[in-house]
C-alpha cells in the first residue's frame, strides 16, 4: 500500500476531543516505543517522566493530538481518552 502524504502548514485546533488544549504541559507516565506509519518499531523508547507540550494541531484527517518533545521534535497521539493512560496534565497553559 503507498503512503500519499500532504503537506501541512495551518494547525488551528487547539482544544481536542480527548480535553487537553494546546500550552498544557503533559508527563509520560510509562515507558513507550515508538512506531513508524506501519506500527513497526522503530528503536526509539520516549522514557516515562518526559514532560511534552500540546501544541495546536491540523484539521486534516485523521485528527490526532499533537505534542512537542523537549528536544523540540513533534509526535501525534490519538485524540481519544485514551492518552491519559499514557500522559498526565502537569500545568494549565504555559504562558
Known amino acids: 500500500m503507498e503512503q500519499k ?8 485546533i487547539k482544544h481536542y476531543a480527548c480535553g487537553l488544549v494546546a500550552g498544557q504541559m503533559v508527563r509520560l507516565l510509562k515507558d513507550v516505543v515508538a512506531r ?3 506500527g513497526q518499531e522503530t528503536g526509539t523508547v520516549f522514557r516515562a517522566g518526559e ?11 485523521p485528527i490526532v ?3 512537542r518533545r523537549s528536544d523540540g ?4 497521539w490519538d485524540d481519544t481518552p485514551s492518552i491519559y493512560d499514557y500522559f ?5 497553559q504555559s504562558s
Open 51 to 61: 514532560i511534552w507540550e500540546v501544541v495546536s494541531g491540523s484539521d486534516e484527517p
Open 36 to 38: 513508524d506509519t506501519v
Open 73 to 76: 521534535e513533534r509526535q501525534t
Open 88 to 92: 498526565e496534565i502537569v500545568t494549565g
Open 65 to 67: 493530538v499533537w505534542l
Open 5 to 12: 502524504w500532504k503537506l501541512v502548514g495551518v494547525y488551528p
